[in-house]
C-alpha cells in the first residue's frame, strides 16, 4: 500500500509541476478525430492487438498515446500553445526542424518518455499489489507497465532519428563528440546482451541500425547550441530516464514470471 501511495504522489506531483503545459494556449487542439482519423485509429488498434493480443495492443496503444501526450506538452510549456494533440501518434518530422535552441529540442525529446516515468511507477505498484486480489486487473496492468518501458528504452536509444540520438548529439556538440560514440557503444553493447540473455533476435537488429547510424554523415545543426551547464542537465537526465525505465521494465519481467 505504501508503494501505491508513494506512486501516486509522483503521479499528483507531475500534474503540479507540468500545469503549465495543460492551462497555456488556451482551448486544446486536437487532431485526427476526423472520419478518417477515426478509422485509422481503430485499424491501427485492431493491427496491435493480432500482432502481441488484445491485453498486450491495447496496452501499446495506450503507450504510444502516453507518449504523444509528453511531447505535446513539451511544445505547450516552451511556449507553443497552437501544439496539437493527435488522436494516434504519428511521426512529425517537422516538429524537429522547427527550435531554434537544442535546449528546446531537447527538452521535447526527454518529455515524452519523461512524462511516462510516474505512470509506469503507479501501474508497477498496482501490478504486485494485485497479483493475488485481482490476476486479470494486474495482467492488464503489467502489459502496460512493461509496453511503456519498452517504449520508452527503444526511444531513449542514442540513436539517430531517435529522442534519445536527437538528445545525445545535441550533448556531444558542446561537450565532446566522444560522448555520442560512448553512448551509441554502452547501447549496442547492451542490446548484445539483452539478446544473449533472451534470446530474440530483434535486438541485435536494432543494435545494427545504431552502428549503421554512426556511419551516416549528420545533419548540420541549425539550432543553436546549449551551454555547457544545459548539456550537463540534459545527459543526466537521459541517463535517468533511461535507467528508470530499464529498472521497471527489469522489475515487472520479474515480477511476473
Do not use: K
Not at 518530422?93 to 525529446?109: C, K, L, M, N, R
Not at 502496460?144 to 531513449?156: E, P
Not at 542490446?191 to 541485435?204: F, I, Q, V
Amino acid at each position: 500500500m505504501l508503494l501505491i501511495l508513494c506512486a501516486a504522489l509522483l503521479c499528483l506531483l507531475s500534474i503540479v509541476g507540468l500545469r503549465q503545459g495543460f492551462v497555456s494556449g488556451g482551448r486544446v487542439a486536437l487532431e485526427g478525430f476526423d472520419g478518417l482519423g477515426v478509422l485509422t485509429g481503430f485499424v491501427l488498434s485492431c493491427g496491435a492487438a493480432l500482432l502481441f493480443g488484445p491485453i498486450n495492443g491495447l496496452s501499446v496503444i495506450l503507450a504510444l498515446l502516453l507518449h504523444e501526450a509528453g511531447h505535446w506538452l513539451a511544445l505547450r510549456i516552451i511556449g507553443r500553445g497552437d501544439a496539437t494533440f493527435r488522436l494516434f501518434p504519428a511521426l512529425n518530422p517537422e516538429i524537429h526542424d522547427s527550435f531554434d535552441h537544442d535546449g528546446e529540442a531537447t527538452f521535447h525529446a526527454l518529455m515524452g518518455p519523461g512524462l511516462a516515468v510516474a505512470p509506469m511507477v503507479l501501474t508497477l505498484a498496482l501490478t504486485l499489489a494485485l497479483q493475488d486480489l485481482a490476476p486479470g486487473a494486474a495482467d492488464f496492468l503489467a502489459a502496460l507497465t512493461f509496453s511503456l518501458c519498452l517504449l520508452n528504452v527503444l526511444n531513449l536509444l542514442p540513436f539517430r532519428l531517435l529522442d534519445g540520438g536527437r538528445t545525445i548529439e545535441a550533448v556531444a556538440r558542446v561537450l565532446s563528440p566522444s560522448v555520442h560514440y560512448l553512448a551509441v557503444a554502452s547501447a549496442v553493447a547492451g542490446l548484445g546482451l539483452a539478446g544473449l540473455s533472451t534470446g530474440l533476435p530483434w535486438t541485435y537488429f536494432v543494435a545494427a541500425l545504431g552502428i549503421l547510424g554512426l556511419l551516416l554523415r549528420p545533419s548540420r545543426p541549425r539550432t543553436h547550441a546549449m551551454s555547457a551547464r544545459e548539456a550537463g542537465l540534459a545527459f543526466a537526465a537521459w541517463c535517468a530516464l533511461l535507467a528508470t525505465h530499464v529498472s521497471g521494465g527489469a522489475l515487472i519481467v520479474t515480477a511476473t514470471l
